[in-house]
């Protein structure tokens, strides 16, 4: 289908459905229930586990096919989510022209900075591209927000004020990010028995960019391009040898990727019109290569399972508390309660940090390919348990687990 | 002129700073070939050093004293250090007053179980693997460091104070002819630069002038040849990790009196260390240290008035700016080696 | 390899499948039969405490926390009800707000604005929190309380000192009890000219951001006023963690004070470096040379130790005022966590009592009542004496607090002394005065 073959097609459905579905699968306990504290369905996180998918898949194209590891991605996103906002500060709030420019200007800056980058290799790219991104935080931090030349409002994010022109703005259509009238933070929100599930404009439009990227990111994948591409990583000298000039390749894909992260950037901005400068910082750049590697480098689907193990960890164990500990540990003796609430207690809330390091060193310690590599070794050992049970069962008859 | 040179020692100082951790960095990455972003950690780990030695001197018993009150209006807590019961209130104070000092003996041998237990109950198993998971492996080692250093000493600075001896400044102007109150410098800086280049120059002649420091340079050039003549060379290895951890932590334990270690202290540094690294070349000692006084300088100079004044902003950027035209200019930084880390 | 490239054609097609897809929400719209967002229909409110756990500003942050659980305690009537008892307002009962328990949920700011931003949202869009309290730095407060505007919520700001916070960025949905730079400025004056004259130079060192260019234009606005001279203004990196370049031409400036326009770890390095040059023992212009910390907190005086000896600051609120408010305030915070409250901590705890009375008064939880509630609201016994919560700009005016780094402090929390207490009136100003010009607080909007 689409000119992919059966296993990426499956892949792109099942992909397709977990974030049709997502509303559901990330809702799985009762609303009010002790579990609630895990339920990861609603609008706002939802929306950051795609968008840092997509943020992610295009990093990916650059780091997983040919090696280089950027250091720098995080400016992109932020000169996108910039361009987003003075999309919605001049023209108008509709989403359209805000994301498009954002790619636009995503490209050309990744242009510039993956063309003077690329001259070297190695972890002279590596600091070349975290270089640049931190000159751009810092100018946008700060000199770029003084009050004669307002670019980018500083530490406290561009945003959109009620002088602003909005030349294209319509006097019905809605004071906030939208899609043609669809805000984009309308909600139905379906109750069902115990549970509830939030089914919100921006989400879907998010879901669906990242499936129409993640096709392309396939299709990049299993094109000459990307063999090319793969080629560089295995051994670019060898291709220089055979009288390939490996850089145009390397810089497309460099450009490709910062497109991406500038549709991301785009697309972050449309969910909540406000672009901080925080986005562009070592840090987030870091954040989307531990994304990136913790899913599994160079797999298709990994960056996005590693996005959203971040950010669900960011997002919800960063809320737990002493409180909501005891009320899930209120059944057990006082005693017992306090010194499982103390044992637990240096891991959640404001020790998040904690358990995520935790975390990423198990997975790297233990998964070298990342959660797809975990998917992958539960996939097998459950298949070959059955096996294992089938053969079991032939000889005697022993009850199934 | 006056503020020349008062630049250039104030580029030294914070040089001093880069250069040892830079210097650290390249020792590990030069003899195991990893990129450890757990250095910054280790920094962070000997100023806290200090910190817990410090408290230690300040272990003390309570006395409630009746006649004065605390906040709440209940009789206060007086408290005495044991160090001054134990041995009188002068001698007692006069050990607390140098805590500082006293910790670089304290933080020695700390540091180098720590990096050998780094080494050989991690670092060990990664040789073999990616540069990318080195450096995800290393990461969130040094999240986990530093959660709990915070989960123990809290996310607030904490004032590391030199003696008092070494405390204040001096007037280094008089001394060469210059009007008073034209270079004061602080003696602790001035300290803390000696300190480094002392480090420095034991580290290099270490390296340099011992058989141990000859086999470890072998088997930086060839690891496996080294091997190869019945050396055990990783054995070597894992005791300069535990020397780059002694470098990175006696590095933080001098740097605690100038600025109050605090629990992220190692993450503020650790972007600009690599930077240095790169900059000097990667696998290049002297590069490291060479890089870190430049860039110390450097930053130094940019932050004068009137470089903000010449470029808005000069000051944010200086260290990057430069990294981006020593490696558009010289592909391997300064003193970098061919072939390493380009692949 | 069966595949092609990527080709124009292709990306129309799923251009084409894009397109339907988009169509596909407008299924959905906006429904939901409440008055406004988070309407509480159950026995309890939710209220949302979002204050940063993590990064430089982690212990500010918890002080906050504790502050806020002790006042959700005393609204619902638990502990000694601490300023229930002294609050010139008596709606409150200590039977929760409108009868309905008070429950918490608590999230982690970063000191990022879009980390902050995602906390307040899933606080907003997952619990239901129908107010959102706290944060320690005005980008978070004027990032999270646009937020609230735009979702339908009351944001009751925590510790945010830029002008900007009711100024340019002010929003109706949005309440500051804090004080802010202009205040300090104003309280600072007088005693800065009582203690060193009226002749003296001032350099600068201000943190290159929003917050920071907001307190030096106030800072150097009203000791210009005074007729002190500004030598020169230069600004500091954030991400700095040494200031020696920057302090050591200080000396030689012609400067006699030293004004550190710095908040959190940036101040506390910045105030230990210029200690070491010896700042303080110097003589300049035939003047002793003196420094000043405009904004103070009790956790940057821990911080800072001794180095902060004789610095003159200001505060908004601290533990050692002998009003009835704050010594109920002190009593229940110290006998429950075993220290004093910072003032971080009280502008959090004032701020969730101000904003339960004002649903109480209001009868109702709609936003649209709250602000109504609110605005120009006078009361008394929160600590600070009588304050005035002013309708036009939603700023809160009350006594400011000139302290000054304690000489020799009797335990570890009274670092800091109070000097002189400034009365309402010098720190008042008019709404449209130029450093708060050029904002708009908008319509009260309650979402849904």
Same mark, same amino acid.
């Given at each position: 289908?689409?000119?992919?073959?059966?296993?990426?097609?499956?892949?792109?459905?099942?992909?397709?459905?977990?974030?049709?579905?997502?509303?559901?699968?990330?809702?799985?306990?009762?609303?009010?229930?002790?579990?609630?504290?895990?339920?990861?369905?609603?609008?706002?996180?939802?929306?950051?586990?795609?968008?840092?998918?997509?943020?992610?898949?295009?990093?990916?194209?650059?780091?997983?096919?040919?090696?280089?590891?950027?250091?720098?991605?995080?400016?992109?996103?932020?000169?996108?989510?910039?361009?987003?906002?003075?999309?919605?500060?001049?023209?108008?709030?509709?989403?359209?022209?805000?994301?498009?420019?954002?790619?636009?200007?995503?490209?050309?800056?990744?242009?510039?900075?993956?063309?003077?980058?690329?001259?070297?290799?190695?972890?002279?790219?590596?600091?070349?591209?975290?270089?640049?991104?931190?000159?751009?935080?810092?100018?946008?931090?700060?000199?770029?927000?003084?009050?004669?030349?307002?670019?980018?409002?500083?530490?406290?994010?561009?945003?959109?004020?009620?002088?602003?022109?909005?030349?294209?703005?319509?006097?019905?259509?809605?004071?906030?990010?939208?899609?043609?009238?669809?805000?984009?933070?309308?909600?139905?929100?379906?109750?069902?028995?115990?549970?509830?599930?939030?089914?919100?404009?921006?989400?879907?439009?998010?879901?669906?960019?990242?499936?129409?990227?993640?096709?392309?990111?396939?299709?990049?994948?299993?094109?000459?391009?990307?063999?090319?591409?793969?080629?560089?990583?295995?051994?670019? /000298? $060898? *291709?220089?040898?055979?009288?390939? =000039?490996? &850089?145009?390749? %390397?810089?497309?894909?460099?450009?490709?990727?910062?497109?991406?992260?500038?549709?991301?950037?785009?697309?972050?901005?449309?969910?909540?019109?406000?672009?901080?400068?925080?986005?562009?910082?070592?840090?987030?750049?870091?954040?989307?290569?531990?994304?990136?590697?913790?899913?599994?480098?160079?797999?298709?689907?990994?960056?996005?399972?590693?996005?959203?193990?971040?950010?669900?960890?960011?997002?919800?164990?960063?809320?737990?508390?002493?409180?909501?500990?005891?009320?899930?540990?209120?059944?057990?003796?006082?005693?017992?309660?306090?010194?499982?609430?103390?044992?637990?207690?240096?891991?959640?809330?404001?020790?998040?940090?904690?358990?995520?390091?935790?975390?990423?060193?198990?997975?790297?310690?233990?998964?070298?390919?990342?959660?797809?590599?975990?998917? /992958? $070794? *539960?996939?097998?050992?459950?298949? =070959?348990? &059955?096996?294992? %049970?089938?053969?079991?069962?032939?000889?005697?008859?022993?009850?199934?687990? | 002129?006056?503020?020349?040179?008062?630049?250039?020692?104030?580029?030294?100082?914070?040089?001093?700073?880069?250069?040892?951790?830079?210097?650290?960095?390249?020792?590990?990455?030069?003899?195991?070939?990893?990129?450890?972003?757990?250095?910054?950690?280790?920094?962070?780990?000997?100023?806290?050093?200090?910190?817990?030695?410090?408290?230690?001197?300040?272990?003390?018993?309570?006395?409630?004293?009746?006649?004065?009150?605390?906040?709440?209006?209940?009789?206060?807590?007086?408290?005495?250090?044991?160090?001054?019961?134990?041995?009188?209130?002068?001698?007692?104070?006069?050990?607390?007053?140098?805590?500082?000092?006293?910790?670089?003996?304290?933080?020695?041998?700390?540091?180098?179980?720590?990096?050998?237990?780094?080494?050989?109950?991690?670092?060990?198993?990664?040789?073999?693997?990616?540069?990318?998971?080195?450096?995800?492996?290393?990461?969130?080692?040094?999240?986990?460091?530093?959660?709990?250093?915070?989960?123990?000493?809290?996310?607030?600075?904490?004032?590391?104070?030199?003696?008092?001896?070494?405390?204040?400044?001096?007037?280094?102007?008089?001394?060469?002819?210059?009007?008073?109150?034209?270079?004061?410098?602080?003696?602790?800086?001035?300290?803390?630069?000696?300190?480094?280049?002392?480090?420095?120059?034991?580290?290099?002649?270490?390296?340099?002038?011992?058989?141990?420091?000859?086999?470890?340079?072998?088997?930086?050039?060839?690891?496996?040849?080294?091997?190869?003549?019945?050396?055990?060379?990783?054995?070597?290895?894992?005791?300069?990790?535990?020397?780059?951890?002694?470098?990175?932590?006696?590095?933080?334990?001098?740097?605690?009196?100038?600025?109050?270690?605090?629990?992220?202290?190692?993450?503020?540094?650790?972007?600009?260390?690599?930077?240095?690294?790169?900059?000097?070349?990667?696998?290049?000692?002297?590069?490291?240290?060479?890089?870190?006084?430049?860039?110390?300088?450097?930053?130094?100079?940019?932050?004068?008035?009137?470089?903000?004044?010449?470029?808005?902003?000069?000051?944010?950027?200086?260290?990057?700016?430069?990294?981006?035209?020593?490696?558009?200019?010289?592909?391997?930084?300064?003193?970098?080696?061919?072939?390493?880390?380009?692949? | 390899?069966?595949?092609?490239?990527?080709?124009?054609?292709?990306?129309?097609?799923?251009?084409?499948?894009?397109?339907?897809?988009?169509?596909?929400?407008?299924?959905?719209?906006?429904?939901?039969?409440?008055?406004?967002?988070?309407?509480?229909?159950?026995?309890?409110?939710?209220?949302?405490?979002?204050?940063?756990?993590?990064?430089?500003?982690?212990?500010?942050?918890?002080?906050?926390?504790?502050?806020?659980?002790?006042?959700?305690?005393?609204?619902?009537?638990?502990?000694?009800?601490?300023?229930?008892?002294?609050?010139?307002?008596?709606?409150?009962?200590?039977?929760?707000?409108?009868?309905?328990?008070?429950?918490?949920?608590?999230?982690?700011?970063?000191?990022?604005?879009?980390?902050?931003?995602?906390?307040?949202?899933?606080?907003?869009?997952?619990?239901?929190?129908?107010?959102?309290?706290?944060?320690?730095?005005?980008?978070?407060?004027?990032?999270?309380?646009?937020?609230?505007?735009?979702?339908?919520?009351?944001?009751?700001?925590?510790?945010?000192?830029?002008?900007?916070?009711?100024?340019?960025?002010?929003?109706?949905?949005?309440?500051?009890?804090?004080?802010?730079?202009?205040?300090?400025?104003?309280?600072?004056?007088?005693?800065?000219?009582?203690?060193?004259?009226?002749?003296?130079?001032?350099?600068?060192?201000?943190?290159?951001?929003?917050?920071?260019?907001?307190?030096?234009?106030?800072?150097?606005?009203?000791?210009?006023?005074?007729?002190?001279?500004?030598?020169?203004?230069?600004?500091?990196?954030?991400?700095?963690?040494?200031?020696?370049?920057?302090?050591?031409?200080?000396?030689?400036?012609?400067?006699?004070?030293?004004?550190?326009?710095?908040?959190?770890?940036?101040?506390?390095?910045?105030?230990?470096?210029?200690?070491?040059?010896?700042?303080?023992?110097?003589?300049?212009?035939?003047?002793?040379?003196?420094?000043?910390?405009?904004?103070?907190?009790?956790?940057?005086?821990?911080?800072?130790?001794?180095?902060?000896?004789?610095?003159?600051?200001?505060?908004?609120?601290?533990?050692?005022?002998?009003?009835?408010?704050?010594?109920?305030?002190?009593?229940?915070?110290?006998?429950?966590?075993?220290?004093?409250?910072?003032?971080?901590?009280?502008?959090?705890?004032?701020?969730?009592?101000?904003?339960?009375?004002?649903?109480?008064?209001?009868?109702?939880?709609?936003?649209?009542?709250?602000?109504?509630?609110?605005?120009?609201?006078?009361?008394?016994?929160?600590?600070?004496?009588?304050?005035?919560?002013?309708?036009?700009?939603?700023?809160?005016?009350?006594?400011?607090?000139?302290?000054?780094?304690?000489?020799?402090?009797?335990?570890?929390?009274?670092?800091?002394?109070?000097?002189?207490?400034?009365?309402?009136?010098?720190?008042?100003?008019?709404?449209?005065?130029?450093?708060?010009?050029?904002?708009?607080?908008?319509?009260?909007?309650?979402?849904?």
């Amino acid at each position: 289908m689409l000119g992919l073959n059966k296993k990426d097609t499956s892949l792109l459905i099942i992909v397709g459905l977990l974030t049709l579905l997502a509303p559901f699968i990330l809702n799985p306990f009762p609303e009010g229930s002790a579990m609630a504290q895990f339920n990861a369905g609603y609008p706002d996180l939802m929306q950051r586990f795609v968008i840092f998918g997509i943020f992610a898949i295009g990093f990916n194209i650059l780091f997983g096919l040919t090696g280089y590891l950027s250091f720098g991605h995080a400016a992109f996103l932020g000169v996108g989510s910039y361009s987003a906002v003075w999309m919605f500060k001049l023209l108008s709030y509709n989403v359209i022209p805000a994301i498009a420019l954002s790619v636009v200007v995503a490209g050309l800056f990744s242009l510039l900075i993956g063309f003077v980058s690329l001259r070297r290799s190695g972890i002279y790219f590596s600091i070349l591209t975290l270089a640049f991104a931190q000159m751009s935080f810092a100018l946008a931090y700060s000199v770029l927000s003084n009050p004669k030349f307002n670019l980018t409002n500083g530490e406290t994010g561009l945003q959109v004020y009620a002088d602003d022109p909005q030349i294209l703005q319509g006097a019905n259509s809605p004071d906030l990010p939208h899609l043609f009238g669809l805000p984009m933070r309308a909600t139905y929100t379906m109750d069902v028995g115990a549970w509830s599930f939030d089914f919100n404009a921006g989400y879907y439009l998010c879901a669906v960019v990242m499936m129409v990227v993640f096709y392309l990111a396939i299709r990049i994948f299993r094109s000459p391009f990307g063999m090319m591409l793969r080629a560089v990583k295995s051994n670019q /000298q $060898r *291709m220089n040898y055979t009288g390939l =000039n490996s &850089k145009p390749y %390397t810089l497309a894909a460099f450009v490709i990727s910062g497109m991406y992260a500038g549709l991301a950037g785009g697309l972050m901005a449309a969910m909540d019109p406000l672009a901080g400068a925080e986005r562009m910082q070592w840090t987030a750049s870091g954040e989307v290569v531990l994304m990136t590697i913790l899913g599994g480098t160079g797999t298709l689907i990994g960056p996005i399972l590693g996005a959203g193990f971040i950010k669900y960890f960011e997002n919800i164990f960063s809320k737990i508390n002493d409180n909501v500990l005891h009320s899930w540990f209120a059944f057990l003796p006082d005693g017992l309660e306090d010194a499982v609430v103390f044992l637990i207690h240096p891991f959640i809330g404001k020790g998040w940090h904690l358990t995520l390091g935790i975390l990423f060193m198990l997975v790297v310690i233990y998964l070298p390919g990342g959660l797809v590599e975990g998917g /992958q $070794r *539960m996939l097998n050992w459950f298949k =070959n348990k &059955k096996t294992a %049970t089938d053969d079991t069962k032939s000889g005697k008859t022993e009850p199934a687990e | 002129m006056d503020a020349i040179l008062l630049q250039i020692l104030n580029g030294l100082d914070k040089g001093s700073a880069y250069a040892l951790i830079a210097l650290g960095l390249t020792l590990i990455f030069g003899t195991l070939g990893v990129v450890n972003f757990a250095h910054g950690a280790l920094f962070m780990i000997g100023a806290f050093c200090a910190v817990t030695l410090q408290k230690l001197m300040n272990l003390s018993f309570e006395v409630v004293d009746e006649s004065q009150q605390d906040f709440l209006g209940n009789p206060l807590k007086v408290e005495t250090p044991y160090v001054e019961a134990w041995f009188g209130p002068e001698v007692g104070a006069a050990i607390i007053d140098w805590s500082v000092p006293l910790a670089i003996l304290f933080a020695i041998p700390i540091m180098l179980l720590v990096g050998y237990v780094m080494e050989r109950g991690l670092i060990k198993y990664f040789y073999k693997r990616p540069h990318a998971d080195q450096i995800l492996v290393t990461f969130g080692l040094a999240i986990v460091l530093q959660e709990i250093v915070k989960y123990f000493f809290g996310a607030n600075p904490i004032q590391t104070p030199p003696p008092d001896a070494l405390s204040g400044s001096i007037d280094l102007g008089v001394m060469v002819g210059f009007d008073p109150n034209a270079i004061i410098y602080p003696i602790w800086r001035l300290v803390y630069f000696g300190f480094a280049v002392a480090i420095i120059g034991a580290v290099f002649s270490f390296l340099q002038f011992t058989t141990f420091g000859m086999v470890v340079r072998a088997g930086m050039a060839d690891r496996e040849t080294v091997g190869l003549l019945g050396i055990n060379i990783d054995r070597r290895f894992t005791i300069m990790f535990g020397i780059a951890a002694a470098v990175a932590g006696l590095a933080g334990v001098m740097y605690g009196p100038l600025n109050p270690p605090n629990y992220h202290m190692g993450m503020d540094f650790l972007v600009l260390s690599f930077v240095v690294v790169v900059v000097g070349g990667m696998g290049s000692l002297p590069g490291a240290v060479l890089a870190g006084f430049l860039l110390g300088i450097l930053e130094s100079f940019a932050s004068t008035t009137w470089a903000t004044t010449t470029i808005p902003g000069i000051n944010q950027i200086i260290i990057y700016l430069v990294a981006i035209i020593v490696l558009l200019t010289r592909p391997r930084g300064l003193m970098g080696r061919k072939g390493v880390m380009e692949e | 390899m069966t595949n092609k490239n990527v080709t124009r054609r292709g990306v129309l097609k799923s251009g084409a499948v894009a397109s339907t897809g988009l169509a596909l929400p407008t299924i959905f719209t906006a429904s939901s039969a409440a008055a406004f967002t988070n309407e509480p229909t159950g026995s309890s409110v939710v209220l949302g405490f979002n204050v940063p756990q993590t990064g430089p500003y982690a212990e500010e942050g918890n002080d906050e926390l504790l502050a806020q659980q002790l006042a959700v305690e005393h609204l619902n009537g638990e502990g000694d009800g601490g300023c229930l008892n002294t609050f010139s307002s008596k709606v409150l009962q200590g039977n929760g707000i409108l009868g309905k328990k008070v429950e918490f949920v608590t999230g982690d700011t970063q000191t990022k604005s879009d980390a902050a931003r995602a906390s307040a949202k899933s606080m907003i869009e997952k619990d239901g929190a129908i107010m959102i309290n706290g944060g320690s730095s005005s980008g978070v407060a004027v990032a999270v309380q646009g937020l609230c505007q735009e979702a339908g919520v009351i944001f009751m700001a925590g510790l945010t000192h830029a002008n900007d916070t009711t100024g340019k960025d002010k929003k109706a949905n949005g309440f500051r009890h804090f004080f802010n730079a202009y205040m300090s400025g104003a309280a600072l004056a007088p005693v800065l000219a009582a203690e060193m004259g009226n002749e003296r130079r001032a350099y600068h060192l201000t943190a290159d951001y929003n917050w920071g260019w907001t307190q030096e234009e106030s800072i150097v606005a009203s000791t210009e006023a005074l007729g002190w001279e500004t030598v020169n203004t230069v600004k500091t990196p954030l991400a700095s963690t040494d200031f020696s370049s920057y302090i050591a031409p200080v000396l030689n400036s012609g400067a006699d004070v030293l004004v550190l326009n710095h908040y959190g770890g940036n101040m506390v390095n910045s105030l230990t470096n210029a200690i070491q040059f010896g700042l303080l023992d110097k003589v300049a212009n035939g003047k002793d040379f003196k420094i000043v910390v405009p904004l103070y907190s009790e956790l940057m005086a821990a911080g800072a130790g001794e180095n902060i000896k004789g610095v003159l600051g200001s505060m908004n609120w601290n533990w050692q005022l002998q009003d009835e408010g704050t010594k109920a305030f002190v009593k229940s915070f110290g006998e429950k966590y075993g220290k004093p409250p910072s003032n971080s901590a009280q502008t959090c705890y004032a701020q969730t009592l101000l904003y339960a009375d004002a649903v109480e008064r209001a009868g109702t939880f709609n936003p649209c009542g709250v602000v109504e509630a609110l605005e120009d609201f006078e009361f008394d016994g929160l600590g600070n004496g009588p304050t005035w919560y002013r309708g036009a700009d939603h700023q809160c005016f009350k006594d400011v607090l000139v302290v000054r780094g304690n000489q020799n402090p009797t335990n570890e929390y009274d670092t800091l002394e109070i000097v002189e207490i400034t009365p309402r009136a010098q720190v008042e100003y008019d709404p449209e005065h130029p450093m708060f010009a050029g904002g708009d607080l908008g319509e009260c909007n309650p979402g849904a």
